[in-house]
């Protein structure tokens, strides 16, 4: 058994963490980005279109995350796809973050009155200024608080990339308590973190949806 202070062992927790942050900050950017493709095939006028992202929608969200970062990391090399456990970890949470995101911004478009579709149309707005100067900017603002709420459910999800061994929070926790044989400790200081970094943005949520329910 090696000995690690306690210092030692929340110093390279603190480490570590650096790695789950920036994880879910690019699973998150990616996520937005295809979301917002998504979200304009769920909302198209061509049927196609629709079929494609509800079919996206359900089959990322109807399936465990944990089996859509096994065949990215196993199923790819397999078609001569050669992968590393970050680039698996990205693209994993990217597609699953990506699927929801677009479901919860769709809910925001179809919650707005339809007058202000009418009325970007009697303006002579086309349907992309449309969407981009009118309908977009009002969903975005009124969905924030679940936006938020997803990403304290995207920085836990991150703990899945472990398995996958990337050095994320959990897998350096893992490597640790191997070499201490102190769960309660490791483990615990894993939860703090992991506490510190989703109860501010919990907070938030709540204070961004008290405020979309007095406005």
């Given at each position: 058994?090696?000995?690690?202070?306690?210092?030692?062992?929340?110093?390279?927790?603190?480490?570590?963490?650096?790695?789950?942050?920036?994880?879910?900050?690019?699973?998150?950017?990616?996520?937005?980005?295809?979301?917002?493709?998504?979200?304009?095939?769920?909302?198209?006028?061509?049927?196609?279109?629709?079929?494609?992202?509800?079919?996206?929608?359900?089959?990322?969200?109807?399936?465990?995350?944990?089996?859509?970062?096994?065949?990215?990391?196993?199923?790819?090399?397999?078609?001569g796809l050669r992968i590393e456990p970050?680039?698996?970890?990205?693209?994993?949470?990217?597609?699953?973050?990506?699927?929801?995101?677009?479901?919860?911004?769709?809910?925001?478009?179809?919650?707005?009155?339809?007058?202000?579709?009418?009325?970007?149309?009697?303006?002579?707005?086309?349907?992309?200024?449309?969407?981009?100067?009118?309908?977009?900017?009002?969903?975005?603002?009124?969905?924030?608080?679940?936006?938020?709420?997803?990403?304290?459910?995207?920085?836990?999800?991150?703990?899945?990339?472990?398995?996958?061994?990337?050095?994320?929070?959990?897998?350096?926790?893992?490597?640790?308590?191997?070499?201490?044989?102190?769960?309660?400790?490791?483990?615990?200081?894993?939860?703090?973190?992991?506490?510190?970094?989703c109860y501010p943005l919990t907070q938030?949520?709540?204070?961004?949806?008290?405020?979309?329910?007095?406005?």
């Amino acid at each position: 058994m090696i000995e690690f202070t306690f210092w030692d062992i929340l110093r390279n927790l603190l480490f570590a963490t650096r790695w789950t942050v920036l994880l879910s900050t690019a699973a998150f950017a990616g996520g937005a980005i295809v979301g917002i493709a998504v979200l304009f095939a769920r909302i198209s006028p061509a049927k196609w279109a629709r079929r494609f992202g509800s079919g996206y929608i359900a089959l990322f969200q109807g399936t465990p995350l944990l089996m859509q970062l096994f065949l990215m990391f196993f199923g790819l090399p397999m078609l001569g796809l050669r992968i590393e456990p970050w680039t698996a970890a990205v693209c994993g949470l990217t597609f699953y973050a990506s699927a929801y995101l677009a479901e919860i911004w769709r809910a925001g478009v179809e919650a707005l009155p339809r007058g202000q579709s009418e009325a970007a149309s009697s303006l002579g707005l086309h349907r992309l200024q449309e969407l981009r100067l009118v309908i977009l900017p009002q969903a975005f603002r009124i969905t924030r608080a679940p936006v938020v709420g997803f990403l304290v459910q995207l920085i836990k999800s991150t703990a899945l990339a472990s398995i996958l061994g990337f050095e994320e929070l959990l897998k350096t926790a893992n490597a640790i308590n191997n070499a201490t044989f102190e769960p309660f400790k490791v483990y615990g200081l894993v939860a703090i973190i992991f506490f510190l970094l989703c109860y501010p943005l919990t907070q938030y949520a709540r204070m961004l949806e008290g405020k979309a329910v007095f406005r």
